[in-house]
Each structure stands twice: as structure tokens, then as C-alpha cells.
């Protein structure tokens, strides 16, 4: 049950890749009046390691019928939505990017899966016990 919660937000769910914008500016201090790569470090001549965040439902939606998005299909379900305006070197060197990090998903996944699984049975451990110590600290020698 935890996988299935679990899954489609960190595994097979919806993502975006952070831009990194040029002079080490904050997104809200970039001219995004300027072309592109005036604005932007292109991830694939620069060799940037690229982070990728999810995508909630209702920007999904909205992204799903823009056509300045483009939509990439990863072989385990998941995808990335990234801006039109990267070139074809730098949408494959996100997408290889993204498909490199899946086992760190798998993994955080995981974690969260066996979390789920392990805590609730310890703390029932933990009351049961706590429940056994009290009913024999009332009982007669």
C-alpha cells in the first residue's frame, strides 16, 4: 500500500529541471526579455549537474496543452517537462541527466516505503510493552 502511494510522486510521477541562469542570478532578477541563452547556462556545453523537482497536478495539467513545454516519456513512466526553448543537445543531456539519477528516486522511494512498513509496527512494540510494564507493576508479589 505505501509503494502505491509512494510511487508515482518520487518514481514514476512528474518533473521539472532547475534552469540555472547566467551571472548567478536569482530567477527573479533575470531579464527573460533576452533571448534564451543570453539568460540561461546551457546544461549540455557547460556539463552542469542538473536537479529536477515534481510537478504538482494543476501545473501539469496547464503544461500538458502549452506548447512552449516539452514533454519527455522516460522508459519507467515518469516525465519531464522542461522549456521549449533548450536545444536538442541540451533536452537529450537532461533527459540522460534525469534517467541517471532514477536510483536515487528508487532509493528515497525506498526509504519512504520502508518507513511506512517499520514504524507503525515499532510503536506498537513500543505500546504494547509500555502497556505489559504498567499491568505488571500493579500486580501483587
Same mark, same amino acid.
Given at each position: 500500500?505505501?509503494?502505491?502511494?509512494?510511487?508515482?510522486?518520487?518514481?514514476?510521477?512528474?518533473?521539472?529541471?532547475?534552469?540555472?541562469?547566467?551571472?548567478?542570478?536569482?530567477?527573479?532578477?533575470?531579464?527573460?526579455?533576452?533571448?534564451?541563452?543570453?539568460?540561461?547556462?546551457?546544461?549540455?556545453?557547460?556539463?552542469?549537474?542538473?536537479? =529536477?523537482?515534481?510537478?504538482?497536478?494543476?501545473?501539469?495539467?496547464?503544461?500538458?496543452?502549452?506548447?512552449?513545454?516539452?514533454?519527455?516519456?522516460?522508459?519507467?513512466?515518469?516525465?519531464?517537462?522542461?522549456?521549449?526553448?533548450?536545444?536538442?543537445?541540451?533536452?537529450?543531456?537532461?533527459?540522460?541527466? =534525469?534517467?541517471?539519477?532514477?536510483?536515487?528516486?528508487?532509493?528515497?522511494?525506498?526509504?519512504?516505503?520502508?518507513?511506512?512498513?517499520?514504524?507503525?509496527?515499532?510503536?506498537?512494540?513500543?505500546?504494547?510493552?509500555?502497556?505489559?510494564?504498567?499491568?505488571?507493576?500493579?500486580?501483587?508479589?
Amino acid at each position: 500500500m505505501a509503494y502505491v502511494i509512494v510511487s508515482p510522486d518520487t518514481v514514476r510521477g512528474s518533473f521539472q529541471p532547475a534552469g540555472k541562469i547566467k551571472g548567478g542570478l536569482k530567477p527573479w532578477e533575470a531579464d527573460y526579455s533576452n533571448p534564451f541563452y543570453e539568460t540561461m547556462q546551457s546544461p549540455s556545453a557547460e556539463k552542469l549537474s542538473i536537479m =529536477f523537482f515534481p510537478v504538482d497536478w494543476q501545473k501539469k495539467i496547464d503544461w500538458e496543452k502549452d506548447a512552449t513545454m516539452t514533454k519527455v516519456d522516460m522508459p519507467d513512466g515518469s516525465r519531464i517537462y522542461m522549456t521549449a526553448n533548450y536545444n536538442e543537445a541540451d533536452q537529450s543531456y537532461i533527459a540522460k541527466q =534525469f534517467w541517471d539519477q532514477r536510483w536515487g528516486r528508487w532509493g528515497y522511494a525506498a526509504g519512504l516505503v520502508a518507513l511506512w512498513a517499520f514504524v507503525p509496527c515499532a510503536l506498537l512494540f513500543i505500546l504494547g510493552y509500555a502497556a505489559l510494564w504498567v499491568g505488571r507493576g500493579f500486580a501483587r508479589p
